[in-house]
């Protein structure tokens, strides 16, 4: 059902706010449960469809992982390094490219089984030959559509040797199946990574008894070492910093806006978004940091003001890869052009995010020029309601929910269902803090 925004026009944003678990860690720690030895208790898991994705996927295969539901810990009963059992059917990623990528480091390395996998209309168009790749290098045997680029993806498991691989793009995704993948491979593994992307999996596979080294200029190398099981942990998982991205540019652009989002991770590999919004001047305070379960974790507190347009380069792009869309959003309330380049990426995610912010967000009135690997936004643009659809995107979705909250008019938001892949409290929330 579409849903109509905008219609409390001159209503702020104010209150408290806690942002469901945050994505990468959840999968990392029911996928890391899983291969672990004994019991891993999950605290704050996200409840969301993603998530519940790669759950259904590990109990295909023997996993018994409990029921995932808001403020309930989730417990996974860890089957050991080789533990999974060749699941009868295909197992569904649903609309996850974390929880395919993932998987398919996984099970490459699952000798004499057989899994194949597949996902959703827009999973089934985005590039898996980044992980397949270096995969095959190992000795992975996988196939699928378009030369093994495409999902539906069939696993032949092998025995995997150790490899040095420079990865092309920095990719956490790519970066952690070749990890998991070395946990069992004969000998050591080595990835380089031209920037280093979010260090989630090398902090958990570390914390489950892994041995893992992290070196290189700007950590971009890390290297496995097999031999030691993984052992069952007890994960809290800290507040999404890309759902509260969501909030901050909510507040930094709507008059009079005070929020505080509590619990929100704040590991250096993601947080871009608060070095863009200190650089555009917006007024956020960082409260109550301490360190959680091995992630730095804290309450940010965002009031509006002015902002300056941004200037954002390949070398930033993976520390705030997912916040590109509501940045957009940011940028056409900021004074001057804003300029993102070096973010080809962003047309292998959900969707073409370039496009589909171009497209969407200039039905409200964004004046945006698009290129291959980035886009420019025209500031000072008072945005108008209009018909928009969220293109089945769940962070689309969102950006454009802030996005009606300073046009003039309401706004039509069709598919808006998709932000419950990582957020599905989104539209509870708003409601609340725009009372
Ligand atoms: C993720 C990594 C990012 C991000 C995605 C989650 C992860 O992708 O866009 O939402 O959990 O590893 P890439 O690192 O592949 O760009």
Redesign the pocket.
């Known amino acids: 059902m579409p849903l109509a925004l905008g219609t409390t026009a001159g209503r702020s944003l104010k209150g408290r706010v806690q942002v469901p678990g945050d994505?990468?860690i959840s999968?990392r720690s029911l996928l890391f449960g899983a291969i672990a030895d004994g019991i891993t208790r999950i605290e704050g898991l996200l409840p969301a469809e993603d998530p519940l994705s790669t759950a259904a996927c590990l109990r295909a295969m023997g996993v018994s992982v409990s029921p995932i539901e808001a403020g309930q810990p989730v417990i996974v009963e860890g089957v050991g390094l080789d533990g999974f059992r060749e699941p009868e059917s295909v197992l569904d990623c649903g609309n996850s490219?974390?929880t395919m990528r993932l998987m398919l480091g996984l099970l490459a390395g699952r000798a004499g089984r057989h899994f194949v996998m597949t996902g959703d209309d827009s999973l089934r168009r985005r590039p898996m030959k980044r992980v397949g790749a270096p995969l095959s290098e190992m000795g992975a045997r996988i196939a699928g559509r378009s030369g093994g680029n495409l999902a539906p993806l069939a696993i032949s498991g092998q025995e995997l040797q150790g490899v040095t691989i420079r990865t092309p793009v920095a990719?956490?995704?790519?970066k952690?199946a070749i990890l998991l993948a070395a946990l069992t491979a004969n000998g050591s593994t080595t990835v380089i990574e031209p920037v280093q992307?979010?260090d989630?999996s090398e902090r958990m596979l570390r914390a489950f008894g892994a041995d893992l080294q992290v070196g290189g200029a700007g950590n971009t190398e890390v290297t496995v070492t097999p031999g030691q099981r993984l052992r069952g942990q007890e994960v809290i998982v800290p507040g999404d910093i890309s759902s509260a991205a969501f909030w901050l540019i909510a507040g930094a652009i709507t008059p009079g806006a005070d929020l505080t989002i509590e619990n929100v991770g704040l590991n250096p590999s993601r947080t871009g978004i608060l070095d863009v919004l200190e650089a555009m001047g917006a007024r956020i305070e960082v409260l109550n940091q301490r360190d959680v379960a091995g992630e730095p974790v804290g309450d940010l507190r965002v009031t509006h003001g002015p902002l300056q347009a941004f200037e954002i380069n390949a070398e930033l792009i993976?520390r705030l890869?997912?916040e590109i869309p509501v940045l957009a959003v940011a940028a056409c309330y900021a004074s001057g052009v804003s300029r993102v380049t070096g973010a080809e990426?962003l047309r292998v995610?959900e969707t073409d995010r370039l496009a589909v912010m171009a497209r969407q967000l200039g039905a409200m009135g964004a004046r945006i020029d698009e290129f291959s690997d980035g886009m420019t936004i025209q500031g000072e643009t008072q945005l108008h309601g209009a018909e928009v659809d969220s293109e089945t995107d769940h962070r689309v979705a969102m950006s454009l929910a802030v996005a009606a909250q300073i046009a003039t008019g309401p706004t039509t938001l069709h598919r808006p269902e998709a932000a419950a892949v990582s957020y599905p409290s989104f539209w509870d929330d708003l409601e609340r803090l725009q009372a």
């Not at 990719?171 to 790519?174: E, L």
Request: avoid cysteine; proline fraction near 6%.
């Open positions: 994505k990468s999968h490219g974390t990719s956490a995704q790519v952690s992307s979010r989630h993976p890869v997912d990426e995610k």
